[in-house]
């Protein structure tokens, strides 16, 4: 979508496709024209794109507040990481229904679910702070059930979207969700911070849950103008296991007959999964040396740049070659984890920051509407699950296993009095926070090896024209 959100136009939405399990009587109903979206989709989308930034809201919010609160407590970065890996694990384990519920069954019954449901454990978290003093283990299992619930929302919407939105304004799409993500880094952070201050955790959750009101009335009023495109295939004689199956047989299938899409696949969860990495351990590696206001500093610029880069996808100017960008901002992001390892210096910080989530939301703009015109509609939500769950399998290892080499291994070791205080500590630094910035310099290194890879593929830097585009029918 090039311009604004005013140019998006109706299309088709796919009125025959085969079902998950490729036979042909579990094919998508036909769609009467008579049940396209009523009114402008502009409406439709903007809508939608205004309750997924009240939820983006909320959870960044939340999620800042609840990380703030948990490493106050118990100063462990693997009591924080544990918070950032709890919601992953829950995300994953959600993601084959997910995809069922987004490809069968009635979008709009599953974003209300969703939404009152969401609510309903935002408020009974809220009570709890007005009765009895919540644990951290309360906040985990409270963080792991908002993440699957947000899983299974997001991949019905996603799909929304994908059907009533043009092919060729998908990069455009990605780059407004972009934005409102971009420009809830800088706001909410700040207003997390805010709130802790002066209301401590229960206002921040009080705020959130006013969030969560306001997003589920926008997606009920966008999806109340839409009939039967925006609804999956209501499974009469299946159960929901067998039709959970057929669509997982259908996504897998898909990308074992379109090998470029498999590799994309896995190489898109290795790289993002580094970028999670040091996103996550920027919080305790910032405050290890200096005060939260620096590190709200280097969020806000980093914020910043990837507010940048979702700008420069929602423009004209990123119209093809889209696998080629993905890798060249994917090589620039990993160099600037790596650069941001090496220093403890807040201005160096700053830089890393804007250019790394610059090239990042770039390439996630390029990277999800190159799924969106690949992957076939019919399949579509279980694709799509199906990416977010290696997405999330990845992202938990790396967590797991970077939260305690930071504090086991790492953390130890460079400290004043480390056994690597004069091997790698000339090079690093010793101290607190140090053994986090070897961390980044690490992860860094690795996806600059994987990008330079991908970069020397031909094949792989051409699979936009090698992929055949998605049918509409």
């Known amino acids: ?18 079902g998950a399990d490729g036979q ?10 008579a049940d396209k979206p009523r009114g402008p989709v502009r409406l439709t989308f903007g809508l939608l794109w205004l309750s997924e930034s009240a939820f983006d809201f909320g959870s960044t919010l939340i ?6 609160w948990i490493y106050g407590q118990t100063g462990s970065v693997q009591d924080y990481s544990l918070s950032v890996l709890a919601a992953a694990v829950a995300s994953m384990l959600v993601m084959p229904f997910a995809g069922t519920f987004a490809d069968r069954y009635d979008r709009r019954a599953v974003v209300a679910g969703c939404d009152l449901a969401a609510v309903a454990a935002t408020a009974v978290i809220v009570l709890f702070f007005f009765v009895s003093r919540l644990g951290v283990e309360v906040l985990y299992l409270y963080t792991a059930l908002s993440a699957a619930i947000a899983s299974l929302r997001r991949c019905a919407i996603r799909v929304v979207v994908s059907t009533i939105v043009p092919k060729e304004r998908f990069t455009q799409v990605s780059g407004f969700s972009g934005m409102s993500r971009a420009v809830v880094q800088v706001v909410a952070p700040s207003a997390a911070g805010l709130l802790m201050a002066r209301a401590g955790l229960p206002g921040a959750m009080t705020l959130h849950l006013g969030l969560l009101v306001g997003g589920a009335l926008l997606a009920f009023a966008a999806l109340a103008r839409a009939r039967a495109a925006l609804r999956g295939c209501h499974p009469s004689e299946r159960s929901f296991a067998h039709s959970a199956h057929a669509s997982f047989l259908g996504a897998l299938g898909y990308l074992k007959d379109t090998p470029l899409m498999r590799s994309l696949l896995l190489y898109g969860a290795l790289v993002q999964c580094l970028l999670v990495l040091a996103t996550v351990m920027l919080t305790p590696m910032v405050l290890a040396t200096h005060s939260s206001r620096v590190l709200g500093l280097v969020m806000s610029i980093g914020a910043a740049g990837a507010l940048a880069g979702s ?3 929602a423009t004209a100017i990123i119209r093809r ?5 993905v890798l060249v901002c994917d090589a620039i992001q990993s160099a600037a984890i790596l650069v941001a390892g090496l220093t403890t210096t807040p201005l160096v910080w700053c830089v890393a920051a804007f250019a790394c989530l610059f090239c990042g939301s770039a390439s996630v703009a390029c990277s999800g509407a190159l799924w969106m015109r690949k992957a076939p509609l019919a399949h579509q939500g279980s694709v799509f699950a199906l990416l977010s769950a290696s997405n999330l399998l990845v ?13 086991a291994v ?9 056994a690597w205080r004069h091997t790698v500590g000339d090079w690093f630094g010793t101290g607190k926070g140090r053994g986090i910035g070897l961390l980044f310099f690490g992860a860094g290194a690795c996806g600059l090896l994987v990008s330079g890879l991908a970069l020397a593929s031909r094949d792989l830097r051409r699979l936009e024209h090698l992929v055949p585009e998605r049918p509409d029918d």
């Open 395 to 407: 992202m938990s290892l790396v967590l797991l296993v970077g939260g305690y080499l930071a504090d």
């Open 24 to 33: 042909g009587d579990a094919a998508l109903p036909t769609v009467p024209a």
């Open 321 to 325: 070659h889209l696998m080629l960008w």
């Open 311 to 313: 700008l420069l996808a």
């Open 410 to 418: 790492l953390e130890p070791a460079l400290a004043d009095g480390g």
């Open 1 to 18: 979508m090039s311009g604004s959100v005013n140019e998006l136009r109706e299309i088709s939405p796919a009125s025959r496709a085969i």
């Open 63 to 68: 999620s800042f507040a609840i990380g703030v």
